[in-house]
């Protein structure tokens, strides 16, 4: 296992990204018309692509007509610097398909990117509306926000024309004194033309194209017209700010999502980073969600005593993030849940600020180097990371080390290591693997949760939350899945369990006189079947139901199971970890046999039959001694009465 690690020295990045002051240009409007001929002169079609990204998972028809609107300013703002160009494609398509048609795309190819507004959040929370990219390997890129979602966007339009200027200017080969100054400087005439009216049009500084409907849209001017040769010095700048801040519709309700990043507004982590040339405490706060896949983070480092910080975006799916710079790299610091890690991580225990954490760990070790891992299991937050590696210097050996460690977080507030060894019940397991494919509910599967702990088979601290709720995690349903395939251990599962009911996830009454399946045994009642009467254990709960017989004792022809429904329905039945075979009887609301399966055996290995799936009316399944029926003349239309209520 190895593991690059690289320390943040954000203090220098920040003064780096600051915005420079910009010098007077000396290019002028004759040279720009030059370079434009040689360009045209010199060099093919501009080949060009234009996208609209949506949140949904299909394309609704106003946003096909608002990928036509783009398509046509691109082409008409094009026009106007006098590029020749070639559209390559025109297409509407979600945000998880995005990538697939992006990548495909020839490196000469200038994509035209317009999403809708939560898409576009990922750019509005870096302060941008839009934005042209250069890439590390010359790709170029334009990227708009739509973000006040009309079909016909005069904000979009212009923001599109202004990233469009940085591009064409750059085409014919403008220095930044033009390509960036220049546009910035037209943009911010425009503000402050406009006060604040952002439907104000201001026709020095602006010229209309045709949108589909034949409306005049108002663009950014073109270089080389108005002001366009009069650029002062330290002359004002602006980004595009077409929007108030209002308008921008933030994404309600944030919840943790499966194989994601678990990290919500108001949750922070802070580590002290050591290295030899380096001291430093680094903190991120999780601020605002742009959607369900990314966040917003304020990054605040004092890096030896001088502090700094930024506004950064992270991709909770792929755990990127995203710097204002433009720059990108993994987060090392939290994992999305559930953990999936390789082999060379094992569960253990570790203390962090007073509290007992199950913990991932893993360790490499050779001759000159050594990496540590840990990771808490329930959050996915990096707790530890020590690196040290020996280092041959004029003949002497030098040990550097670094060192990662967790000193704050609001996400881990109390104990969850289950100490000791615990056996969960097998048939436990079939409740756990009924539960994960969804064949019963999540208040079903409390049910057993309710039973493993008033039994002590799992022990829950006194501090317990104690908020009521029945709906689970889906994440935690691929713990309950491994655990009855036998990929995880009975201590990990239990974990799991006691995590959730420990943080008021899931609400269970920890009140032992107030059961719903008691030490004492099943509640217990009489019917008669036939002309022969037989004392029965009634199964009325998911949890007896799903148990049923196994590991009981036979049955004699006097006793039986009696399993009973609110209402008719299919009752299958499988003989998993029987100990002896049985006759399984299938009932009807009115008490009238509708089926026997005479002499059904056990099964002690997977796969295992499953009876009566093809019955959709019974209510009741009574469990008998194998031979009971042929013994006692039972038939189909033979008659059931419970001689004893039913509890």
């Not at 320390?7 to 915005?19: A, D, G, N, R, T």
């Not at 077409?242 to 309700?253: D, G, H, K, R, Y």
Request: with cysteine; net charge negative; hydrophobic share 35%.
């Amino acid at each position: 296992m190895k593991k690059i690690v690289l320390s943040v020295v954000l203090s220098l990045l920040l003064l780096i990204s600051m915005v420079p002051s910009f010098a007077q240009t000396n290019s002028t409007v004759q040279d720009f018309k030059i370079l434009q001929q040689q360009k045209n002169q010199n060099s093919p079609n501009l080949s060009y692509a234009v996208f609209y990204i949506t949140e949904n998972d299909k394309c609704s028809d106003s946003e096909y007509q608002s990928l036509k609107f783009y398509q046509v300013i691109s082409d008409e703002y094009l026009s106007l610097y006098g590029i020749s160009h070639d559209l390559q494609g025109s297409l509407c398509v979600p945000l998880k398909n995005y990538q697939s048609y992006f990548s495909g795309l020839s490196t000469f190819t200038l994509p035209i990117v317009i999403s809708d507004n939560t898409v576009g959040q990922q750019l509005v929370q870096q302060g941008f509306y839009g934005m042209y990219e250069i890439t590390g390997t010359g790709k170029q890129v334009i990227y708009v926000c739509s973000c006040d979602n009309k079909t016909e966007s005069w904000a979009g339009a212009w923001i599109l024309s202004h990233e469009l200027s940085h591009f064409s200017l750059r085409y014919f080969g403008e220095s930044d004194d033009i390509a960036v100054s220049w546009v910035h400087y037209i943009q911010a005439l425009e503000n402050d033309c406009q006060q604040g009216d952002f439907s104000k049009v201001c026709p020095q500084y602006s010229e209309s194209v045709t949108a589909p409907s034949g409306n005049q849209i108002p663009v950014m001017i073109i270089y080389g017209q108005g002001p366009s040769s009069d650029l002062p010095k330290n002359a004002p700048q602006s980004e595009a700010t077409t929007l108030m801040a209002n308008s921008i519709v933030q994404t309600p309700n944030p919840a943790c999502q499966q194989n994601q990043i678990c990290a919500l507004p108001g949750d922070y982590i802070k580590y002290q980073i050591t290295t030899p040339d380096l001291n430093q405490t680094i903190r991120f706060d999780f601020v605002n969600p742009t959607d369900n896949k990314n966040i917003t983070i304020k990054t605040s480092v004092i890096q030896n005593g001088s502090p700094a910080s930024e506004s950064d975006m992270l991709d909770l799916t792929k755990s990127l993030f995203l710097r204002p710079s433009g720059h990108t790299s993994n987060f090392m610091y939290m994992l999305p849940l559930p953990l999936k890690l390789n082999g060379a991580y094992h569960q253990g225990e570790m203390q962090f600020n007073n509290y007992t954490r199950t913990i991932m760990s893993a360790q490499n070790n050779n001759q000159t180097n050594s990496i540590l891992v840990q990771i808490d299991k329930d959050t996915g937050i990096l707790l530890n990371l020590a690196v040290s590696n020996v280092v041959n210097i004029n003949g002497k050996n030098t040990v550097n080390q670094q060192s990662y460690k967790l000193v704050d977080t609001n996400k881990i507030t109390l104990s969850n290591y289950v100490a000791g060894m615990i056996s969960i019940p097998s048939w436990v397991k079939h409740v756990a693997k009924f539960w994960s494919d969804g064949s019963i509910t999540d208040a079903q599967f409390i049910v057993t949760i309710q039973y493993l702990i008033e039994n002590n088979v799992i022990k829950i601290p006194s501090s317990a939350t104690n908020n009521a709720s029945t709906q689970i995690p889906s994440w935690v349903k691929d713990d309950a899945k491994y655990w009855s395939e036998g990929t995880i251990p009975d201590n990990e599962f239990a974990s799991a369990i006691q995590y959730m009911v420990s943080n008021g996830i899931i609400h269970v009454s920890l009140d032992k006189n107030n059961t719903t399946i008691n030490s004492s045994g099943l509640p217990t009642g009489r019917v008669t079947i036939g002309n022969t009467s037989i004392d029965v254990e009634i199964a009325n709960t998911p949890a007896s139901q799903i148990k049923g017989l196994q590991y009981h004792t036979p049955l004699t022809y006097g006793q039986g199971m009696l399993f009973s429904f609110a209402q008719p329905q299919e009752i299958p039945i499988w003989m998993k970890d029987m100990q002896f075979p049985i006759d399984i009887i299938w009932v009807d609301s009115s008490g009238n046999v509708m089926h026997i399966e005479k002499n059904a055996p056990a099964c002690t290995s997977d796969p295992c039959q499953v009876y009566g799936q093809n019955m959709y009316n019974a209510q009741y399944v009574l469990e008998v001694a194998s031979g009971f029926a042929d013994k006692f003349g039972i038939t189909t239309g033979s008659h059931v009465n419970i001689m004893a209520a039913l509890s």
